[in-house]
Nanobody, 119 residues
Framework: QVQLVESGGGLVQAGGSLRLSCAASGRTFSSGTMGWFRQAPGKEREFVAS????????YYADSVKGRFTISRDTAKSTVYLQMNSLKPEDTAVYYCADTGPLLQSYIYWGQGTQVTVSS
């Protein structure tokens, strides 16, 4: 069973930066994909970015391309989301997720961390 714990959220002014971390425990496989999603108040959860565990291929939502960077440290079983040039519309609860080894749907989810961007 994989457990995901996010950290690094907080309050930041528009134009500022934050780095989110997601530490995975119980991740005994070296495949799969990890991703970040977010959910703003009154809105559905949306995809932000993902990274394949093997090879490190990355994918981004159009709304964050050029501002956010996802990376991983396989030795630490940790995924990061570096968020720069933050905008008020980036305000949301950010969730880390993992597909497990089969690269299908995301089956493991963290509890989320709040990111608030003030204007």
């Amino acid at each position: 069973q994989v457990q995901l714990v996010e950290s690094g959220g907080g309050l930041v002014q528009a134009g500022g930066s934050l780095r989110l971390s997601c530490a995975a425990s119980g991740r005994t496989f070296s495949s799969g994909t990890m991703g970040w999603f977010r959910q703003a108040p009154g809105k559905e959860r949306e995809f932000v970015a993902s990274i394949t565990w093997t090879g490190g291929s990355t994918y981004y939502a159009d709304s964050v391309k050029g501002r956010f960077t996802i990376s991983r440290d396989t030795a630490k079983s940790t995924v990061y989301l570096q968020m720069n040039s933050l905008k008020p519309e980036d305000t949301a609860v950010y969730y880390c997720a993992d597909t497990g080894p089969l690269l299908q749907s995301y089956i493991y989810w963290g509890q989320g961390t709040q990111v608030t961007v003030s204007s």
